[in-house]
């Protein structure tokens, strides 16, 4: 009997091409394992096809509840995007993928897993470190990585062993979805000159077919998780499913982004995302009713370390631990709701309330009803102004060309320039 390998399979070119690559060239029996991160809707016909394609078993696992309490919220809490804008869909799934890869090697007795990322993507990090740091004895095989193919001929390769694919070389975009997300690749998408053909979309409308009426959502939080819709209590798959399609529906989510991968080249990356592109927006607003101003500076530092820890494939550290209990704690008081408008390709705030809001209407008011002691003001400007008063007498104004310097010497370097 020949030994197993598991492999993560999703039923699009990589990995069905994977199946009888592996045999062919490890002598391995495949058992193949798809994962349900809201990415696929008939799972019977992809356990079909990979039990067609060679695999000796073809299991299904459901994990969308895992996926969103462990970690598409956590995320949210964090506010994660990386460089600003990807919502780390695609990386957020990858390590809750490999723990099950890991789980699923152990209870069949393989002594490999098998992925389908190329050497050149992000993916293959996230995978390989997921996998060595929860079980480094595993072998681990890289098809895509390894057999040195274009995307043209692992098409040839696939239609040479009969192997059905939703590919061709004229439609040959790469996909990955999963509630969170969609991210698109490959094709005329490399170019970053050339505007996303519409083709490519599926989850979002273009900005002429939206509807010309804005659509109003409420959207109630408890501790910085979305727990109702329009008042609806509303467990997450179903919050985030039912802003997708919403959100999607004004053509809100739509990402074209030149990103930085882990492996020190840049891509051009288009993502599809609208419910995350509209919570993400109104649990910020949220914060900033609820959070003091030192506390939402510090968090921003926090955002930025724990978007680059996801996306490099380091979710199984201590870091991420740290990073995270700071922010479930900074969470305690992010209880209210946001309305948002969306439109036109637009999701914008429209309200926010919270019975933990900072926000004080006594203080903030210049109407009636001002508790505000405006009088108490001066003495603050004069200490606070009172370390730059005092620097500009002794050092600032004690130079030959006073305050003006600054400007001169920005001048100079402009011309030197």
């Not at 990386?82 to 890869?101: D, F, H």
Request: proline share 4%.
């Amino acid at each position: 009997m020949a030994d197993k390998v598991v492999l993560a399979y999703s039923g699009g070119l990589d990995t069905s091409v994977a199946v009888t690559w592996i045999q062919e060239n490890y002598g391995l029996d495949v058992i193949t394992l798809t994962i349900d991160v809201g990415n696929e809707k008939d799972f019977t016909a992809v356990k079909e096809k990979a039990l067609k394609v060679g695999a000796i078993k073809a299991l299904v696992a459901d994990v969308k509840q895992s996926f969103v309490d462990y970690f598409i919220f956590p995320a949210l809490q964090a506010n994660a995007l990386y460089e600003g804008q990807y919502p780390l869909a695609t990386a957020l799934s990858r390590p809750l993928m490999a723990k099950l890869l890991v789980d699923t090697a152990q209870e069949e007795g393989a002594t490999a897993v098998a992925h389908g990322c190329t050497g050149k993507g992000n993916d293959q990090v996230r995978f390989d470190v997921g996998i060595n740091t929860l079980a480094p004895d595993l072998r681990i095989i890289a098809p895509a990585r390894e057999w040195g193919m274009t995307r043209e001929e692992t098409i040839a390769y696939a239609q040479k062993h009969n192997i059905p694919v939703p590919i061709t070389v004229s439609s040959p975009y790469s996909i990955d979805e999963c509630l969170w997300g969609k991210a698109i690749e490959c094709g005329v998408l490399e170019d970053p000159w050339v505007e996303p053909p519409e083709d490519a979309f599926t989850w979002t409308k273009s900005a002429d077919q939206t509807p010309d009426k804005p659509t109003y959502v409420e959207i109630g939080f408890v501790k910085g998780i979305p727990v109702s819709l329009d008042g609806r209590p509303m467990n997450g798959i179903d919050l985030i499913m039912e802003l997708n399609e919403i959100a999607g529906n004004h053509g809100i989510g739509r990402i074209d982004h030149i990103e930085n991968r882990v492996v020190g080249i840049k891509s051009r990356e288009i993502y599809e995302a609208p419910a995350a592109t509209v919570l993400l927006q109104a649990h910020r607003a949220l914060e900033a009713m609820t959070l003091s101003k030192d506390q939402l500076r510090f968090k921003e530092k926090v955002t930025l370390e724990y978007s680059d820890m996801v996306y490099n494939g380091l979710w199984f550290s201590a870091l991420n631990r740290d990073l995270s209990a700071y922010i479930i704690s900074s969470q305690r008081s992010v209880t209210g709701t946001v309305r948002m408008k969306l439109f036109k390709t637009s999701a914008s705030v429209a309200g926010r309330k919270s019975p933990r809001s900072l926000y004080n209407l006594g203080l903030a008011t210049y109407d009636k009803g001002d508790q505000f002691d405006q009088s108490a003001a001066l003495g603050f400007i004069h200490l606070w102004g009172l370390s730059a008063k005092n620097q500009a007498q002794v050092q600032i104004l004690a130079d030959v060309e006073g305050p003006l310097s600054i400007m001169a010497h920005r001048e100079q370097e402009e011309n030197e320039a």
